[in-house]
C-alpha cells in the first residue's frame, strides 16, 4: 500500500511537472470554470462516471461469486486474472492513444485521418491480442509456476489458462473500439452497453455457469470471454455506424 501511494505521488509529480513545461498552467495554476466548460464537460464525465460505476458494481458481484468457490480455486482465479492483465495493461495504452487520435480527428473534422486512425487500430488490436493469445497459452506453465508452484494449484490452471489466452482476443478489441468510440464523443453509448454486458449480464452468466452449470473456477472465466466478445460486437458495430463527418461530430 505504501509503495502504491509513493508511486501515484511520483506519477503526479513527473505528470504535473510535464504539463507545466508544455505551458498548460499559464494562465494560473487554479482556474474556475465557466458554462461553456462545464456544458462541454458533462455529458463527457458522466458517460466516463456511468460507465466505470456500472463496472465496478458488475465486478463486485461477479468477485464475491469466484470468493464463495473457495481458498484455492479463488487463488488460482486471482493469479489467473493478474497474468490476464499483462495483455489487457499492454493492450490499455494502445486503447488510449486510439481514443486521443479519435477525440483530435473528431476536433479537426477530419473524417479520412478519423477512418484510417480506426483501421490502424483494428489491425493493432488484433495482432496485439492474437499474440498475446499464443504467448499466455503456450508458456501457461512456466508463466503460473513464477506465482505458485503448489502442485494442486498448477493442476486446476491447466483449464483456466486456456480460458486466460482466449480472453485477450475479444477483450483486445474491446479496448480498442472503446478508445475510439471515446474520443469519438460516443461515451453515452460505452456506458450503456457496459452496464448491460457488464453490471448485468455477467454476473447472470457468472451464476448460470458456477452454481448451475457446476463448472467451477472455469464458470468464472466463459462469462468474462462471452462478456468480453459481446461488448467488441457491439463496440464494433457502433463504431461502423460512424460513416461519414456528420456522424462524427454530431
Known amino acids: 500500500a505504501i509503495s502504491t501511494i509513493i508511486g501515484s505521488l511520483c506519477t503526479l509529480g513527473i505528470t ?22 462545464w456544458r462541454e464537460f458533462m455529458p463527457v464525465f458522466g458517460g466516463v462516471f456511468s460507465e466505470l460505476g456500472a463496472e465496478r458494481i458488475g465486478m463486485l458481484a461477479y468477485g464475491w461469486m469466484t ?34 487520435l479519435a477525440g483530435q480527428m473528431r476536433g479537426a473534422a477530419d473524417y479520412a485521418t478519423w477512418k484510417r486512425c480506426r483501421s ?48 485477450c482476443i475479444p477483450q483486445g478489441h474491446t479496448i480498442i473500439t472503446a478508445g475510439i468510440l471515446r474520443g469519438s464523443g460516443q461515451t453515452t453509448a460505452v456506458a450503456v452497453y457496459s452496464f448491460v454486458l457488464i453490471t448485468v ?13 457446476k ?23 457502433k463504431v461502423m455506424r460512424i460513416r461519414g463527418l456528420k456522424d462524427l461530430i454530431k
Open 67 to 100: 470468493a464463495r468457490l473457495g481458498t484455492l480455486p479463488y487463488a488460482v482465479h486471482s493469479i489467473c486474472y493478474n497474468i490476464c492483465d499483462f495483455s489487457y495493461d499492454f493492450i490499455f495504452g494502445f486503447g488510449k492513444a486510439n481514443m486521443v
Open 120 to 167: 490502424i487500430g483494428f489491425k493493432w488490436g488484433l495482432g496485439l491480442s492474437v499474440a498475446s493469445f499464443i504467448i499466455l497459452y503456450a508458456a501457461r506453465v512456466p508463466i503460473f509456476s513464477v506465482y505458485s508452484q503448489d502442485a494442486q494449484a498448477l493442476a486446476l490452471s491447466e483449464t483456466v489458462m486456456f480460458w486466460v489466452a482466449a480472453v
Open 215 to 237: 463448472l467451477g473456477i472455469v464458470g468464472a472465466w466463459v462469462p468474462m470471454f462471452l462478456d468480453q466478445s459481446l461488448r467488441s460486437l457491439c463496440f464494433t458495430w
Open 16 to 37: 504535473v511537472w510535464i504539463m507545466k513545461q508544455e505551458g498548460f498552467f499559464s494562465d494560473g495554476l487554479l482556474q474556475l470554470p465557466d458554462k461553456i466548460f
Open 201 to 213: 449480464l455477467r454476473p447472470l452468466m457468472t451464476a448460470f455457469f458456477i452454481y448451475y452449470c
